[in-house]
């Protein structure tokens, strides 16, 4: 399978890099800067052949141009002609090849009107998504709806509990927060946010994450559950107990919080 390391860029995101023992090409997603990437490539001595885009956000697209004219990679993303250098527009459904994977292209709009995500399963299923689910969080809705986005997540629920997912910002500490606020009483995010503590104490990634602990511990795909609509019920911010309304509750909350 897949090495798959992150690239720090700005002040909290992450490149993905991906490749293999047994080669030295390699893909990147989402590269917003250039020279971060470079600096990754020549360190593992490692050739950039492909580029995943998921939105058209400039910190996930910055360096797309820089790094295409550098290397010549096959670049797939979005069908939004306003991100320039794509070589193929790919929508739900469509499968990418990754290094001889085989990833599924699902469309998870709500962050952004554009957004995909890139799925490939097998005993060690992973997920590339971008700003739609973080640790802990979701991201903001800058064009989509708060029912889009819902059900942008419930489609990523439905993949393996195993699934790594590999999302693209340093957001956990702070999501896990506020999930905290949201849920006080759920004792396995108290335990994730120990956990979590301690990786960014070590100077680590909290990512991946599973999708079975986002299931346990995100407020933003536990709408529908009784735990958190009651803890909402008690600090009366409950209205319509719709899982997508809760949602939109949840995510005003947190745009404030």
């Known amino acids: ?151 942008s997540l419930q489609s990523l629920m439905e993949l393996p509990a195993s699934t790594r997912v590999y999302c693209a910002h340093e957001y956990t500490l702070a999501n896990l927060d506020f999930a905290r606020a949201v849920e006080p009483g759920n004792p396995a995010l108290s335990e994730r946010m120990a956990d979590a503590e301690a990786t960014r104490a070590r100077g680590e990634p909290t990512v991946p994450s599973t999708l079975a602990l986002e299931q346990a511990t995100n407020p933003f795909v536990r709408c529908g559950t009784e735990e958190l609509q009651a803890s909402l019920q008690a600090q009366d911010r409950l209205g319509d107990s719709a899982p997508a309304a809760v949602f939109a509750t949840v995510r005003a909350w947190k745009d404030n919080f």
């Open 1 to 151: 399978m897949f090495n798959i390391r992150p690239i720090e860029a700005f002040s909290d995101n992450y490149i993905w890099l991906i490749s293999r023992d047994d080669d030295k090409q390699a893909f990147v997603v989402d590269p917003g800067d250039a020279s971060v990437v470079e600096q990754a490539l020549s360190a593992q001595e490692l050739e950039l052949s492909g580029i995943l885009i998921t939105h058209h956000h400039f910190d996930h697209v910055g360096g797309l141009a820089e790094l295409k004219a550098a290397h010549q990679p096959v670049v797939y993303g979005p069908d939004n002609p306003a991100i320039e250098g794509i070589d193929h527009r790919v929508s739900a459904g469509d499968s990418v090849d990754v290094l001889g994977q085989p990833f599924s292209v699902m469309e998870v709009p709500g962050h952004t009107l554009d957004h995909i995500a890139y799925f490939a399963g097998g005993d060690s299923p992973v997920l590339f998504c971008g700003d739609t689910l973080f640790a802990g969080g979701c991201g903001r809705l800058f064009e989509g709806t708060p029912l889009m986005m819902y059900r």
